[in-house]
């Protein structure tokens, strides 16, 4: 419950238990708070409520026409409840003799059975026995509604909870309610297909077994899984998720609520997208190239031969002739200790991973390292949402229901993009630039606000900077034209004016030509027209991978060590490493450069790849080492706004794989240097020591639902 001032509780009696919540709270949830059970099929916390299936009946003093409906109800003060008087008591038994008058008696191959609310609310509160004897109604079975999801029209109850999400959160309208009365059933619009990326959260919040998940279907059963809470390894929003396993197998990621972050959902792509980590194709044992052929070969020759030339590398051409590319996916502390061992061990500065431009460390204007400064959750308080060349529908879909429940709020939604978006029909205007605009447009924006002769933070330095650059704002405004930049224009103004406005832009698209000063802009923007460091206003880049701000903390770049402390000598960054002809050796830890280049350097006598596939770079290595995934370990990542989350082993490792950590203990034990961490929790205990972001952060306070580091620790930094 949340904290409230005791006079600002609403004072009620359920069951002759005291109740004290806060106004506005429903009937049901004031007997969640209790510990009363009150069922429910409709209502569902996320969403309005309906009232439709009446069966969470409840009997309130004083109220007309009883049973009441305890989801539609509000508390008042004073008010008496009573959940089991006999009125309430027949009244559910007769709302589920009538749901089971054409439901199919078939628990046992149902894949709801044994986790199905119909199931357990008539074994609880439900008749004995039916007083219907006609025939049930029967369907084709089942009907894909999707490439991913089934419908079984005969088990489904009319709770409208999957229709409802598509309507009032996903706002896709991907299934709808079709006829009426009792020919009423689920399906979808005429013409339209159920292709939301959220399609999942309709299978998992339907109450029976209506909707099942193809990906699921005749898999497994509810009482054979473990459950495991972990995060989704997919994206940088880092939604929580409980991994269910049966015999070292993921059979599916359900949602684990996490207000803060996820508010209770998965995209599609967190909860069905852990195939690789089944998959037949994963590595299982050490490789080294022999006669143009990678052949199997053991870890201890691994990790010799990895030692031996690596050092003959350092001998003939010195340290600084090897570079290491690392991960955005795997955790904080395997990116620690992958840059530990190559700048200590090693001795290379050559460390990076793939990630957008930002020009230094920290921001010049606010001294902070480049990451939101609003976190996921204000999002819902702002009064302007502006989205510069992103697409959260595709790049970080959970962020698309929050900024969507934001609109709901009254926010207005602003798109600055070349491609259509999702969020386009929901923008109070979509501004649609030439290509590698993006850049052009903040200088615009922000020489608009510093022209002001009133802002809320004046930052003369700045001011002086930008009137010098009028010929460069002018060539901006030639290559948008005059309409864009007009609309711009005006958008200045809704920003400068707004009662809390989020500036967000993707990562990636800094490295766009003409982008290179697009992240300092933009962060300059918010300060000079007063949002940032309140709530519901902010600014920051929407980051590409789950762990990519995690891998910038620990110091995966080539001029920082962990907490962007500067190192001492920078070194080359990814682009360079990838056309450098002085490297002689490349270490590259689950990332694929391949993809980004034609082809690696030729002067390269040694790469060595890390992973836990034969991805493309892995076919050109000449060591190759299997890792495992994040379901097989312990760790933590940091989401895209500085939530540190645990990951917990689910699964345990694939034979012959080993752990990132594990394999740079044993490389640098092979070097001559003894590192004696038994655990990833060790790591983090150091990383907590050594890096301010972190400090004070152990295991055990990660907890379930992870903590957000980012306002104490910047302010400490």
Same mark, same amino acid.
């Given at each position: ?11 009620? @009696? ?13 009937? =049901? ?12 099929? $409709? ?7 309906? *009232? ?122 991907? /299934?709808?309610?079709?006829?009426? *009365? ?70 599916? %990621? ?63 051409? +010195?340290?600084?002739?090897?570079? +290491? ?8 502390? #395997? ?6 061992? /190559? ?80 969020? &386009? ?6 501004? @649609? ?5 993006? +850049? ?39 290559? /948008? ?33 003409? $982008?290179? &000063? ?12 007063? %949002?940032? #460091? ?36 920078? +070194? ?14 490349? !270490? ?22 890390? &992973?836990?596939?034969? @991805? ?17 370990? #312990? ?41 004696? !961490? ?15 972001? !972190?400090?004070?952060? &152990? =295991? ?18």
């Amino acid at each position: 419950m949340p904290e409230e001032k005791k006079d600002e509780l609403v004072h009620l @009696t359920i069951d002759d238990i005291p109740v004290a919540v806060p106004p506005g709270t429903l009937v =049901w949830a004031a007997a969640r708070e209790a510990g009363i059970e009150v069922p429910i099929y $409709c209502y569902h916390p996320k969403m309005p409520p309906l *009232g439709a299936c009446r069966m969470c009946f409840v009997e309130i003093e004083k109220m007309p026409k009883p049973p009441q409906t305890a989801c539609t109800t509000p508390v008042s003060e004073g008010m008496i409840v009573h959940t089991k008087t006999e009125k309430v008591l027949k009244a559910r038994r007769g709302t589920l003799e009538f749901l089971l008058i054409n439901h199919p008696l078939d628990c046992p191959i149902c894949d709801k059975g044994g986790e199905c609310d119909l199931q357990d609310f008539t074994l609880r509160h439900g008749p004995g026995g039916t007083r219907f004897d006609q025939p049930k109604r029967h369907y084709q079975k089942p009907i894909p509604v999707s490439d991913r999801v089934m419908l079984d029209r005969e088990r489904c109850i009319l709770c409208q909870r999957c229709t409802r999400f598509s309507s009032e959160i996903s706002m896709d309208n991907g /299934l709808v309610m079709i006829s009426r *009365g009792y020919k009423m059933e689920v399906g979808t619009a005429p013409d339209h297909a159920f292709d939301s990326i959220f399609s999942g959260n309709t299978v998992e919040i339907c109450p029976v077994g209506a909707l099942t998940a193809t990906a699921y279907r005749f898999k497994a059963r509810p009482w054979e899984l473990k459950h495991i809470p972990s995060v989704c390894n997919n994206c940088s929003v880092g939604c929580n998720v409980r991994v269910d396993v049966r015999v070292d197998k993921i059979m599916r %990621n359900m949602s684990r609520q996490n207000d803060a972050i996820d508010d209770g959902w998965l995209c599609d792509r967190g909860r069905w997208g852990f195939e690789y980590v089944n998959s037949p194709q994963r590595l299982r044992t050490p490789m080294i190239r022999r006669d143009g052929q990678l052949v199997a070969a053991a870890w201890e020759q691994a990790f010799y031969t990895i030692a031996l030339r690596l050092s003959e590398i350092t001998k003939k051409y +010195g340290a600084s002739a090897i570079g +290491g590319i690392g991960s955005t996916r795997t955790t904080n502390e #395997d990116a620690y200790l992958f840059q530990k061992l /190559l700048r200590q061990v090693i001795g290379t500065p050559h460390v990076d991973h793939h990630h957008g431009y930002f020009p230094g460390l920290r921001d010049s204007m606010t001294g902070k390292p480049w990451m939101m400064t609003n976190s996921i959750a204000e999002i819902e308080q702002a009064s302007h949402i502006v989205l510069i060349a992103a697409d959260p529908y595709q790049r970080q879909p959970i962020l698309d229901l929050r900024i969507k429940k934001a609109m709901k709020g009254g926010a207005k939604i602003y798109v600055v993009n070349v491609n259509e978006t999702e969020l &386009d029909r929901f923008a109070v205007q979509k501004i @649609t630039l030439p290509q590698q605009g993006a +850049g052009a447009v903040a200088k615009i924006l922000l020489s608009t606000v510093v022209r002001q002769e009133e802002m809320k933070a004046p930052d003369e330095a700045l001011r002086a900077k930008l009137l010098q650059e009028d010929a460069l704002i002018r060539g901006h405004e030639e290559m /948008l034209g005059s309409e864009v930049t007009a609309q711009l224009r005006e958008l200045a103004h809704e920003i400068a004016e707004a009662r809390g406005a989020i500036i967000l832009y993707d990562e990636m698209a800094t490295l766009e030509a003409g $982008c290179e &000063d697009l992240a300092a802009d933009l962060q300059a923007l918010a300060v000079v027209t007063g %949002n940032i #460091d309140r709530p519901g206003a902010g600014v920051g880049p929407l980051f590409e991978d789950a762990n990519s701000l995690g891998a910038r903390d620990m110091g995966l770049l080539p001029d920082a060590l962990p907490g962007y402390n500067p190192a001492e000598d920078a +070194g080359m960054t990814y682009a360079e490493m990838l056309s450098s002809l002085q490297l002689k050796a490349l !270490y590259v830890m689950g990332a694929n450069p391949a993809r980004h280049v034609e082809k690696l350097p030729d002067s390269l006598k040694l790469l060595i790849v890390q &992973d836990i596939m034969l @991805t493309e770079t892995a076919q050109q290595a000449d060591i190759v080492l299997p890792a495992v995934t994040f379901a097989e370990k #312990d760790g933590s990542m940091t989401n895209i706004d500085h939530h540190v989350q645990a990951i917990r082993q689910a699964l345990r490792p694939l034979p012959g794989a080993k752990a990132d950590w594990e394999i740079f203990v044993e490389i640098a034990r092979h070097m001559g240097i003894k590192w004696n !961490y038994a655990s990833s929790k060790e790591i983090l205990r150091e990383i907590a020591e050594e890096n301010p972001f !972190y400090a004070g952060l &152990d =295991w055990e306070e990660l907890g379930a639902q992870g903590v957000r580091t980012q306002e104490q620790e910047v302010a400490r930094a």
